[in-house]
């Protein structure tokens, strides 16, 4: 599925060609239609593949750190370390790819919905758990707060996509988490 996932991230789910993924999965394509049905659900379980590796990294770089400062930072600039692996940056598959596909496939929508959910939870939980520690503002929005540390992914991954560089993007990590932490 890492093939998959590869070339979906290049060249999106439209531009992606069945004979490209063949040869990215090791397929021939009457195989991939008997394996997966059509090129959405190739799409799909690409998607399920790149999750289940995102959830394993979230939990082990937010979740497992007891520092919130520290997790943020971490899980930021890992990211940028996996949008920035291969040239051109190719940013996130998820935050770069499934916003185009979420408008004509519904099953992209509740996809890219649940995940977006998935990770504000996971955000959530650890701002709730600084802010019971007392290390987090009583009065804090963290609902807000965490939609917000997330959409800090979402920049880095646009913005790597782009051609902004990574020192600059590590700059902006450096400016954001101290901010989302509370103390600017």
């Known amino acids: 599925m890492a093939?998959?996932?590869?070339?979906?991230?290049?060249?999106?789910?439209?531009?992606?060609?069945?004979?490209?993924?063949?040869?990215?999965?090791?397929?021939?394509?009457?195989?991939?239609?008997?394996?997966?049905?059509?090129?959405?659900?190739?799409?799909?379980?690409a998607l399920q593949f790149f999750v289940e590796h995102l959830r394993a990294a979230m939990r082990e770089l937010v979740v497992d750190e007891p520092d919130l400062k520290t997790a943020l930072t971490n899980a930021y600039l890992t990211a940028l370390s996996v949008y920035f692996a291969q040239q051109p940056a190719r940013g996130c598959f998820m935050f770069c790819t499934a916003p185009v596909e979420a408008l004509n496939h519904p099953e992209i929508h509740a996809d890219m919905a649940a995940l977006l959910a998935e990770l504000d939870g996971l955000f959530e939980a650890k701002l709730r758990e600084a802010q019971l520690a007392g290390h987090y503002p009583a009065d804090a929005d963290i609902k807000s707060v965490a939609k917000l540390a997330q959409g800090i992914l979402h920049t880095l991954a646009i913005r790597s996509r782009a051609g902004e560089s990574q020192t600059s993007l590590k700059r902006l990590v450096k400016t954001a988490v101290p901010m989302l932490c509370g103390t600017p």
Not at 16 to 41: C, H, T, V, W
């Open 3 to 45: 093939g998959a996932v590869d070339i979906f991230s290049r060249k999106g789910f439209s531009g992606a060609s069945l004979d490209e993924l063949a040869l990215a999965m090791q397929m021939n394509r009457p195989s991939i239609y008997n394996a997966f049905g059509d090129k959405e659900a190739v799409y799909r379980q």
